[in-house]
């Protein structure tokens, strides 16, 4: 799960409050929250992290490895798999590892399908981390810019 | 039925400017075609339609001059109306200006170049891939003191390389990351196949049932015992479609 959905699901879990809400709690600059749980791509650096982890009160190290692995990296990944018809393997949040060929993704879920023919959409905030990394080539990069 | 375009724009209380406005055509034109000289321009129908806020087919195409109209004459211009004559000089006339040119104004330095264009040539020739020492030795100096109009002329020659390099041709990758087309079919395919489907929650609990709807951020499901859940896709960690036969196991 990227860094943007677990600020999200904390946030929910919370209920009721809303970005600017966190924002005026913690004193981050105006508009940063807000990017940080909604841009595919990473925003934020450790001190705004450290806030956050404060603010939460989970573990700092819980929020900050997640900025490595943002949406954007998921997507390059995934574009990387589906055009050169390699498999991919998806490490969940609920421990589960899940390698197979790409069928289709958006914005919301993976289809994939695994080596003995089954198929399983997985949510894409579920991805944790993936392999292989893919740091994509500048036409990539340039698109994937484009939608965020 | 046709009507005539003066009519027309009397009707909708609209002045000849205005409608040559609306219309982005020259008032000189409208008052040709209302006097019936010229027959509207077929590019042009549409546009005074628009403007009119009635159909192509309502204009009559050649107008009929109005009553009482006459044909449309040049108007005598101001500088074409006789002048008295010129009183001679009174006597108590200024004395006349002097009319040598003024001086030319001393040219102004040039203004700086802003540092958003710096940045833009900055970032145009990193993804050119081109070295910036060897843009600023053919420009002659640092990219960070070139003049405004000279920062601007170097930006359209980058991006003209930018046009017709090999970013002209690159095939852009198809990112559906903005859109949930395909998540949204094959829920769509599974409800309305009334298919079992097995969600695996974020604490490794499962879930079976027929997808009974769903929207952007939930699916609602309804069990083997009848009851109904809706599970939040937040909640949701993965979920499969059995081959057929293995459904019945729910």
């Known amino acids: 799960m990227s860094l943007g959905d677990t600020l999200r699901l904390l946030r929910a879990k919370r209920g009721g409050i809303t970005p600017v809400d966190i924002e005026e709690a913690t004193a981050l600059p105006k508009g940063l929250y807000r990017q940080m749980e909604q841009r595919y791509r990473a925003v934020g650096d450790d001190e705004s992290i450290r806030v956050l982890a404060e603010y939460y009160r989970v573990p ?15 997507s390059h990944a995934l574009v990387a798999s589906l055009r050169d018809h390699q498999p991919i393997t998806l490490y969940l949040w609920n421990g589960q590892a899940i390698t197979g060929t790409v069928k289709w993704w958006d914005l919301g879920a993976i289809e994939l399908e695994t080596a003995d023919g089954g198929r399983v959409v997985v949510q894409r905030h579920a991805a944790e981390r993936w392999e292989p990394r893919v740091t994509g080539d500048a036409s990539t990069v340039d698109a994937a810019d484009e939608d965020d | ?44 129908i549409s546009r005074l339609a628009r403007a009119l806020y009635i159909e192509e087919s309502e204009i009559k195409l050649r107008s009929d001059p109005r009553p009482g109209a006459g044909a ?31 001086p030319a104004p001393a040219p102004r330095p040039p203004l700086p170049a802003r540092p958003s264009q710096i940045t833009h040539l900055q970032d145009l020739l990193l993804r050119l891939g081109r070295p910036q020492a060897e843009v600023e030795a053919e420009v002659g100096k640092p990219l960070a003191e070139l003049d405004r109009l000279a920062a601007s ?16 041709e690159r095939h852009r990758a198809y990112l559906p990351e903005a859109v949930d087309q395909f998540e949204f079919k094959y829920l769509t395919a599974a409800q309305q196949a009334g298919d079992v489907l097995h969600f695996t929650l974020f604490d490794n609990s499962a879930v079976a049932g027929q997808v009974i709807g769903f929207g952007q951020y939930n699916i609602a499901v309804r069990t083997a015992d009848g009851s109904e859940i809706t599970l939040n896709k937040l909640a949701i960690v993965s979920y499969t479609k059995p081959a057929a036969g293995k459904e019945q196991a729910v």
């Open chain 2, 1 to 44: 039925m046709s009507e005539n375009l003066w009519a027309l724009r009397e009707q909708k209380k609209l002045s000849v400017a205005t409608l040559a406005g609306r219309a982005g055509l020259p008032i000189g034109l409208i008052l040709e075609y209302e006097s019936g000289q010229r027959s509207v321009d077929v590019r042009h």
């Open chain 2, 153 to 168: 002329q170097l930006l359209v020659k980058l991006q003209t390389e930018m046009k017709e390099g090999k970013f002209a």
């Open chain 1, 60 to 74: 700092f190290e819980d929020l900050r490895w997640r900025l490595d692995w943002p949406r954007k990296a998921l």
């Open chain 2, 72 to 102: 449309l004459e040049k108007q005598p211009r101001r500088d074409d109306a006789p002048r008295p004559a010129e009183p001679s000089a009174p006597p108590s006339a200024r004395p006349p200006r002097d009319k040598s040119p003024r």
